[in-house]
């Protein structure tokens, strides 16, 4: 269809080449038999776009081709005379169609080559753009680590500064704390005060276990605090023979079999009164935790120049779902809340192992007991003789005072106290119902020179009290083991024998938040601790 001119007649060419505006390609044929020409067949094909002969007569000697594509064609040709006889060979004609320019390999080694400049330029926008965001990001990141290290110091500058003033305090508690305990022992000692003798007794050991309470907060101040660790070498065996010595009269009064095995002579290096104030909290909670007729087994294991200490006991043990919390500072578990004690001796425990390179280990089957194991580096520097024998006493007489105090709240009884109601009827009646004996025995005494009093240690006895007495007021501790006051309040406001008696609770909580709690329970009004 475009203006194509063959250079020479066609039968004299054996291939012919199209361009891409040649899209029709025609051919017209004859055969040279000339006897009866309408009567010729022809047959024709073109190689490369079908294969199959085309059949033909003397009336159609034509055959067109349109938009074919870029390639190699053969077209042959073939006639047969009247007879039907076809000729031996077909006539042939090489056809190249070029392709258009957008189509040849030039083109697509452009397109190829375009697509590799537009990958490799996507690619290197992108990673231009990834630098410029990295770049962006790690300034973010200095000036964000920038602030976090001065957030950081600032944080550590004010814990140090609150672990200074912590310990500061509780150095200066140490002075009026030691001007309660020596007069009150003078006192104590004065043969014209023993009718006093009870109360100055109730002084010495409250001190006493306030005293040593403020030694064990101040050992946790030291520990989180660097500067003021100094360390020293303490012989193991020694200090677990003065603790098991200290100890044992007191199992020995409880009725606890307390035994020392396997007791390795070797040494730690360690802070000042580590180990006593570890393995001696330990074997305390062993003992407070034990009943009667148990056992508490302390042993040491020596391997690769680690010490492994045990204290082991027979007590009720620890659920599983607790044994995370034990060793948080001031917790109590409400398992444990009937025995006496103030919650940071295991916290003690493990600050100050972990504070000498050491680690605590605890392992209890709830119902059989625990066992406790702490581990230090041995070191072969020689032991100081010295011990803190002080500490380790104090330790135990608060333990004892514990131990004795929940002994007497569980023994103790209200016979007294209602024989002189019936003497003296035409005094108001107050229920005390408060679980620390010395608390219950202050409140007591100042009371009964005014009231009759009715005492429970326990918020379940102190309803059944109420329940059968029917008392003219009940003062009622909020913190107590089994059933807080509030509880105590909520059922006995519920029961119409006791909705209308007043109730005050007592509590150490000056909150505004614990005081409505109270309200919602209608209590008449609060005391808060000291009174």
């Known amino acids: 269809e475009s203006n194509f001119v063959l250079k020479k007649p066609i039968n004299d060419l054996s291939e012919i080449e ?8 025609g051919f017209e044929f004859a055969a040279l038999d000339f006897a009866d020409p309408m009567r010729n067949k022809y047959a024709y094909r073109l190689l490369g776009f079908n294969d199959n002969w085309v059949y033909t007569d003397a009336n159609n000697r034509q055959a067109t081709y349109t938009n074919l594509a870029a390639g190699n064609y053969t077209f042959q040709v073939k006639a047969a005379n009247k007879d039907g006889v076809w000729s031996k060979t077909a006539k042939e004609l090489k056809i190249i169609m070029h392709p258009a320019p957008w ?5 697509y080694a452009a397109y190829i080559l375009l697509s590799i400049l537009s990958i490799w330029g996507f690619i290197r926008y992108k990673t231009i753009a990834s630098r410029k965001r990295a770049v962006e990001l790690e300034k973010t990141v200095a000036i964000r680590t920038q602030e976090v290290s001065m957030q950081k110091k600032m944080v550590e500058s004010l814990l140090e500064h609150k672990n200074e003033v912590f310990a500061n305090v509780t150095h200066e508690f140490k002075t009026p704390l030691a001007l309660i305990l020596g007069p009150s022992e003078q006192l104590a000692n004065n043969n014209e005060l023993l009718k006093h003798a009870d109360e100055l007794n109730m002084i010495q050991r409250n001190a006493k276990r306030l005293m040593l309470m403020v030694g064990q907060i101040l050992k ?27 100890f044992r009269p007191l199992a020995l009064d409880k009725n606890i079999e307390l035994n020392l095995e396997n007791n390795h002579d070797v040494n730690v290096y360690a802070t000042s009164e580590c180990l006593e104030i570890v393995v001696g909290n330990l074997i305390s909670n062993a003992l407070k935790f034990t009943n009667a007729g148990g056992k508490v087994s302390i042993s040491s294991k020596l391997k690769d120049k680690q010490i492994s200490i045990s204290v082991q006991d027979t007590g009720s043990g620890i659920q599983e779902k607790d044994q995370d919390k034990i060793f948080q500072r001031f917790t109590r578990l409400d398992t444990h809340k009937n025995i006496a004690g103030t919650g940071i001796g295991l916290s003690v425990v493990k600050e100050i192992t972990q504070a000498n390179d050491g680690q605590v280990k605890v392992d209890s089957i709830w119902g059989k007991g625990t066992t406790f194991c702490i581990s230090f580096p041995t070191t072969e520097i020689k032991a100081d003789e010295e011990m803190s024998q002080v500490m380790v006493d104090q330790l135990v007489a608060n333990t004892e005072n514990e131990l004795n105090q ?3 709240e569980e023994t103790k009884t209200t016979i007294t106290t209602k024989s002189n109601i019936k003497s003296q009827k035409n005094r108001v009646t107050v229920l005390i119902i408060e679980d620390n004996l010395d608390m219950q025995k202050h409140i007591g005494k100042v009371l009964s020179t005014r009231f009759n009093c009715l005492f429970a240690d326990r918020g379940k006895a102190g309803i059944a009290i109420a329940l059968e007495e029917l008392p003219d007021i009940i003062v009622c501790d909020v913190m107590m083991p089994e059933m807080d006051g509030y509880q105590v309040t909520r059922i006995l406001r519920h029961d119409s024998r006791t909705s209308h008696i007043p ?8 909150t505004t938040e614990s005081r409505i709690k109270g309200w919602r329970e209608n209590i008449d009004t609060y005391m808060t601790k000291p009174f």
């Open 18 to 25: 199209l361009g891409y505006q040649d899209y029709i390609l």
């Open 103 to 107: 189509f040849s390999p030039w083109a």
């Open 220 to 246: 946790l101040s030291q520990a989180e605090n660097d500067k003021e660790v100094i360390r020293e070498s303490q012989n193991v065996k020694a200090t677990l023979l003065m603790l098991y010595e200290s």
């Open 406 to 408: 929940e002994s007497m």
């Open 503 to 510: 109730i005050v609770l007592l509590t150490a909580l000056n």
